[in-house]
């Protein structure tokens, strides 16, 4: 696991495997918080939350992370 929950993450690429456009919530460049891991959910296994509560599932690849988080939770 490359991140880890409370970590902030930009969206530095769209991989998205089937050529469908992706949901408008998320584009390059935007910013948000790893809220879940799940290794079983693959290719995707990290979920990200934006401050406007939108959320998309993620690959390691498409991430790029701006600051660690919190220790705490």
Known sequence: MKFKIGDT???????????????????????????????????????VKRKNGKQSQFNVKELKLIRKGNKCH
Request: proline fraction near 8%; avoid cysteine; charge should be negative.
């Open 9 to 47: 993450v930009e969206v530095v690429g769209m991989n998205n495997p089937d050529g469908t456009a992706l949901l408008d919530d998320f584009r390059k460049g935007h910013r948000g918080k790893i809220t879940l891991y799940d290794r079983d959910d693959q290719p995707f296994p990290y979920l």
